[in-house]
């Protein structure tokens, strides 16, 4: 970033006022070093064939024809508007314009077709699956993220969303094989997360520890004991105590069926569809009530909320309560709501990622969500260009939704705000 001061006149008198030009150069920076990633890639090392992309199912109203992309000419329209794109960026923040939105949608979106069109080679994407899958592995991460955004508006920093998760799994695949009911499961879910979360509140709410330290020692205790557990019980019982009914596809009438987002939006699990409304109402009641005023003013000026009555730290320790209650819930996901078993620490650091999307986001429901998203697109197509046996090492592959996550928080949110209080117990005076 450069701040450069100009007059607004040749010479300054009295009266007269400077005009500041904050130049932000991060943005034209990344799009300068992925141009160069596109020109080594689409251009130095071109791959020949014809990738064509599916987008309707056989249950669609109407089926979308395929499309059928050329490799090499793909790569070189993609190089010529990345490139293009960076020259308009690096022009606009030297006249102190930002970069508009939609010219970085089109930078990505150009970037990502060329990219995967240049992986797949002469096979087969399919569209919709690609995006079904890409909701799947998000959904835990948008629970998590529900769950630091409350937490973190309210001035306490979920560093536990990976423990929350983890013990969600594990508790609704033990209730649920136990009561053979999805709906204890859940339940149990969403409980064990609150226990989480109350032991993260009374430490850092009551007893003034670190949160983070709580948060990280919060994780490292529920992986040992659920990893305990399951090697105790479960692995040698599976039958009795790891075999737990899930939830079936509840596919919504005509919504199912519109072509690409009916299959991936509106034929899923019970456990989606409740991700739906939980980030609407994390939204509506955080930003549209009187509960979510006192939240936002605890998060930020506990002080000035105390004055005017607000009870700063039972607020704090019920929202946090809440937040836990929905990370255990999304934790469930990883068992009843897909494969079914619990494995020992099958969350593989969701929880972190969560915590990421709520940075990205900016401690938005709605940007944490999409954050989230894109973070479980990387997971997804991670996985299809593993199938499709994609020229990249496996290694790289496997490493490409953390380094999205790294690049996304590093390097485009930056040096983020959040709530002035988050982190800070609070004493009253």
Known sequence: MTVVTQPSAPALSDGDTARVVVRHWRLPIVFAVFSVIAILLFLVFPRSGTTVYTFSTKNDFFTIPNVSIPSIATGIVVTIIAVAITVVAFVLVSRGRSVPLWLSAIFAVALLVGFITWSVGNGTVPVAGLLAAALGLSVPIIYGAMGGVLSERVGVVNVAIEGQLLGGAFTSAILATITHSVVVGLIGAAVAGVIVSLILAAFSIKYLVDQVIVGIVLNVLVSGVTGFFYTAVMANNTAAFNLPPTLPNLPIPLLSQIPVIGPVLFNQTLIVYVMYVAVAGVYYFLFHTRWGLRVRAVGEHPKAADTVGVK??????????????????????????????????????????????????????????????????????????????????????????????????????????????????????
């Open 312 to 429: 700063v730290n039972p607020t704090r320790f019920w929202t946090v309560l809440i937040a836990g209650a929905i990370a255990g819930f999304g934790g469930a996901y990883f068992t009843i709501g897909g494969v079914g078993g619990f494995v020992k620490d099958m969350t593989s650091g969701l929880g972190y990622i969560a915590l990421a999307a709520v940075i990205f986001g900016r401690w938005d429901p709605i940007r944490a969500t999409l954050a989230a998203l894109l973070f479980g697109f990387a997971g997804a197509l991670q996985s299809l260009l593993g199938l499709l046996h994609a020229p990249i090492p496996s290694e790289f592959l496997r490493m490409l939704p953390y380094l999205v996550t790294i690049f996304a928080v590093a390097g485009l949110v930056g040096m983020s705000r959040g709530p002035a209080a988050s982190g800070k117990p609070y004493i009253k005076s």
